[in-house]
């Protein structure tokens, strides 16, 4: 899936949804997830959870890195996902659920590209 494809969902989310209703609100990831799996719709959740982390939406990104891990088990996307999970749940306060993410996380991808930053991470929160 091109970026221009994605710019053009994002696009007609807010025009024919609001922008509200269409992404923040969650139109573009329960209309994927209602679905059965769609080409390109790991890589619209990634999207998705990234853009609500920006924002400090971390209710919103958490749902979204959840809902590509399990819809989309196998996404190149998996990695980054399962460390947006356990690091969405840190900046929420949850440290125990952060640490069985994380911990998750060391064990799904032990060669992982975030494999150092969860190990130390799991060191601060006392794990």
Not at 7 to 27: K, M, N, P
Not at 102 to 107: F, G, M, Q, V
Request: glycine share 12%; proline share 3%; with cysteine.
């Amino acid at each position: 899936m091109s970026r221009g494809f994605l710019f053009f969902v994002l696009l007609a989310a807010g025009v024919f949804y609001g922008w509200d209703r269409g992404v923040t609100e969650d139109g573009i990831g329960s209309y994927i997830v209602s679905r059965p799996p769609i080409r390109g719709g790991d890589r619209v959740l990634y999207v998705l959870a990234g853009f609500h982390e920006l924002w400090n939406q971390d209710k919103k990104a958490l749902l979204n890195y959840q809902r590509l891990m399990r819809h989309y088990p196998n996404s190149r996307y998996g990695d980054e996902a399962c460390f947006g999970v356990a690091s969405s749940y840190e900046r929420l306060h949850q440290r125990g659920k952060a640490l069985e993410a994380y911990r998750t996380y060391l064990k799904k991808y032990p060669q992982g590209r975030f494999f150092r930053s969860v190990s130390n991470n799991i060191g601060y929160l006392g794990g």
